[in-house]
């Protein structure tokens, strides 16, 4: 009975921690995407696309190797 309670616990905070994460991230590409129309004091940084193009170079990477 308390193993169940415990487990079944432990699903509902990953359940919340999981969607919080995804309305993290949508709020993250959101505003950078929306950075100087709608926040003009929001800019984009070179740093930002740095971080960004290094992230996505495997995805790129895949992508032409399949063409």
Do not use: C, Q
Request: glycine letters at 8%.
């Amino acid at each position: 009975m308390i193993m169940k309670f415990l487990l079944d616990n432990l699903f509902f905070i990953g359940e919340v921690l999981s969607v919080a994460g995804l309305v993290w991230g949508g709020w993250l590409v959101l505003r950078d995407s929306l950075a100087g129309t709608v926040f003009p004091s929001h800019k984009k940084s070179a740093l930002r696309a740095m971080i960004r193009a290094g992230l996505t170079y495997p995805f790129h990477k895949i992508a032409r190797a399949r063409m």
